[in-house]
C-alpha cells in the first residue's frame, strides 16, 4: 500500500498564490487530476496529499509554475494542462516544457514558446537546418511555430519577405462556383494561414506587409515556374500535395532561403491512390545535408487534452483495421 503523505509549499504573498492557482483554482484542479493529488490554497500557502509519488510530482510542478510567475510570465491553462499530463505520466522534462524559450513576442504582447521536447527540437531545426519537415497530427504546432519562426525572422531582417502557402486541394474543381475574384475563391483554403499570421502580428499592419508584397499568401499554384530568393518560405497541409507538386514547390527554392513544410499523412485529402507528395519526399530526402525531419506524437498535442484522445483513438481504430 502507497505511504500517504503531505507537502505543503509557501510562496511570497497571496497575490502569487492566486496567480499560481489560476481562476478558481483551475490551475490546481488541472494538477490534481492529472497526477491524482488533492491540493488546497489557503493564503499563501498551496498544500499537497496524496502517496509519496503523487505529493512529489505536484510539489515539482507547482515549484516550476512559481519560478515562471516570479519571471512575469502568465500562466496559461494551456500549458498547466499539458504540463500536468506530462508529470501525471512519469515524464522528467516537464519543467522544460513550462521553461522553453520563448521564440517570439506577437505584438499583443504573448509569448510564443514550444511546450514539448519534440516541439524544441523543431524550433532549434528551423533555425539550423534550411529546410524543415514537420510530420504529425493536428494540434502539435506545426504551423504556429512555424509562423512565429517566420515572423521573427523577418522582424530581424533574416528574410526579406515572407511567404506562406497550400495546396487548394478542391479549388480547380469548385472555384468556378465560389463568388468574387481569384483571391477570393482561395481565400477559404489560405484562411487557417491568415488566422495563425493575424494571431502573430496585428492585423493592420499584417495587411499593410500583404499590400506591399512583404507577405505573400497563396495558393501553391501560384508558386510554379518562380524563384523564391532570400524568402521563409511555409508550405502548410502538405500531404495534399502530389509528388509532382512537391517536386515543383521545392525546386523553386532559391537563395538565402528558408523553408518549413508541415502536414499530417493520417488526413490526406487526395483521390484514392495518389500517393501524397509529403509521403514521397520522406523517402527521398533524409540523409541530406541541410534538410531536416521532425516527427510529432499524440503527446505532442497542445490543444484541449480531449484531441489528444481522439487522436489515439483514431490511431487504434486504424491498427484494428
Given at each position: 500500500?502507497?505511504?500517504?503523505?503531505e507537502?505543503?509549499?509557501?510562496?511570497?504573498?497571496?497575490?502569487?498564490?492566486a496567480?499560481?492557482?489560476?481562476?478558481?483554482?483551475?490551475n490546481l484542479?488541472l494538477?490534481?487530476?492529472?497526477?491524482?493529488?488533492?491540493?488546497?490554497a489557503?493564503?499563501?500557502?498551496i498544500r499537497?496529499?496524496?502517496?509519496?509519488?503523487q505529493?512529489?510530482?505536484?510539489?515539482?510542478?507547482?515549484g516550476?509554475l512559481?519560478?515562471l510567475?516570479?519571471?512575469?510570465?502568465?500562466?496559461?491553462?494551456g500549458?498547466?494542462?499539458y504540463?500536468a499530463r506530462?508529470?501525471?505520466?512519469?515524464?522528467t522534462d516537464a519543467?522544460?516544457?513550462?521553461?522553453?524559450?520563448?521564440?517570439?513576442?506577437?505584438?499583443?504582447g504573448?509569448?510564443?514558446?514550444?511546450?514539448?521536447q519534440?516541439?524544441r527540437d523543431?524550433?532549434?531545426a528551423i533555425a539550423r537546418?534550411?529546410?524543415?519537415?514537420?510530420v504529425g497530427?493536428?494540434g502539435?504546432g506545426?504551423?504556429y511555430?512555424?509562423?512565429?519562426?517566420?515572423v521573427g525572422?523577418?522582424?530581424?531582417?533574416?528574410?526579406?519577405r515572407l511567404?506562406l502557402t497550400?495546396?487548394?486541394?478542391?479549388?480547380?474543381e469548385?472555384l468556378?462556383?465560389l463568388?468574387?475574384?481569384?483571391?477570393?475563391?482561395?481565400?477559404?483554403?489560405?484562411?487557417?494561414?491568415?488566422?495563425?499570421?493575424?494571431?502573430?502580428m496585428?492585423?493592420?499592419?499584417a495587411?499593410r506587409?500583404?499590400?506591399?508584397g512583404?507577405?505573400e499568401v497563396?495558393?501553391?499554384?501560384?508558386?510554379?515556374g518562380?524563384t523564391?530568393?532570400?524568402?521563409?518560405?511555409?508550405?502548410?497541409?502538405?500531404?495534399?500535395?502530389?509528388?509532382?507538386?512537391?517536386?515543383?514547390?521545392l525546386?523553386r527554392?532559391?537563395?538565402?532561403?528558408?523553408a518549413?513544410?508541415?502536414?499530417?499523412?493520417?488526413?490526406t485529402d487526395?483521390?484514392?491512390?495518389?500517393?501524397?507528395?509529403?509521403?514521397?519526399?520522406?523517402?527521398?530526402?533524409?540523409?541530406?545535408?541541410?534538410?531536416?525531419f521532425?516527427?510529432?506524437?499524440?503527446q505532442?498535442?497542445?490543444?484541449?487534452?480531449?484531441?489528444?484522445?481522439?487522436?489515439q483513438?483514431?490511431e487504434?481504430?486504424e491498427?484494428?483495421?
Amino acid at each position: 500500500m502507497d505511504e500517504v503523505s503531505e507537502g505543503k509549499l509557501v510562496v511570497a504573498d497571496n497575490e502569487e498564490a492566486a496567480a499560481l492557482a489560476g481562476s478558481q483554482d483551475r490551475n490546481l484542479r488541472l494538477i490534481e487530476r492529472a497526477v491524482g493529488a488533492r491540493i488546497g490554497a489557503r493564503g499563501n500557502e498551496i498544500r499537497v496529499s496524496g502517496t509519496t509519488e503523487q505529493v512529489g510530482r505536484a510539489t515539482e510542478l507547482l515549484g516550476e509554475l512559481v519560478k515562471l510567475v516570479r519571471l512575469g510570465h502568465p500562466i496559461t491553462e494551456g500549458e498547466v494542462e499539458y504540463a500536468a499530463r506530462m508529470v501525471g505520466g512519469g515524464q522528467t522534462d516537464a519543467a522544460d516544457a513550462v521553461f522553453s524559450d520563448v521564440v517570439l513576442v506577437t505584438d499583443r504582447g504573448k509569448p510564443v514558446k514550444p511546450h514539448t521536447q519534440t516541439q524544441r527540437d523543431y524550433v532549434a531545426a528551423i533555425a539550423r537546418a534550411d529546410m524543415t519537415f514537420a510530420v504529425g497530427p493536428a494540434g502539435t504546432g506545426k504551423t504556429y511555430l512555424g509562423m512565429a519562426m517566420a515572423v521573427g525572422a523577418l522582424r530581424e531582417s533574416k528574410a526579406s519577405r515572407l511567404i506562406l502557402t497550400r495546396p487548394a486541394l478542391e479549388a480547380g474543381e469548385r472555384l468556378g462556383f465560389l463568388p468574387g475574384d481569384i483571391q477570393a475563391k482561395v481565400d477559404p483554403y489560405l484562411r487557417p494561414l491568415f488566422d495563425a499570421l493575424y494571431d502573430m502580428m496585428d492585423l493592420e499592419k499584417a495587411q499593410r506587409l500583404i499590400q506591399q508584397g512583404v507577405i505573400e499568401v497563396a495558393p501553391l499554384a501560384f508558386m510554379r515556374g518562380r524563384t523564391l530568393n532570400d524568402a521563409f518560405v511555409i508550405l502548410d497541409e502538405a500531404q495534399n500535395t502530389t509528388p509532382e507538386q512537391m517536386k515543383m514547390f521545392l525546386t523553386r527554392f532559391g537563395f538565402g532561403s528558408k523553408a518549413v513544410v508541415t502536414g499530417d499523412i493520417t488526413q490526406t485529402d487526395l483521390p484514392r491512390g495518389q500517393k501524397s507528395g509529403l509521403n514521397h519526399v520522406r523517402e527521398i530526402l533524409p540523409g541530406i545535408p541541410g534538410v531536416a525531419f521532425v516527427h510529432f506524437s499524440d503527446q505532442d498535442v497542445v490543444r484541449h487534452e480531449l484531441v489528444q484522445r481522439i487522436i489515439q483513438a483514431y490511431e487504434q481504430h486504424e491498427t484494428r483495421e
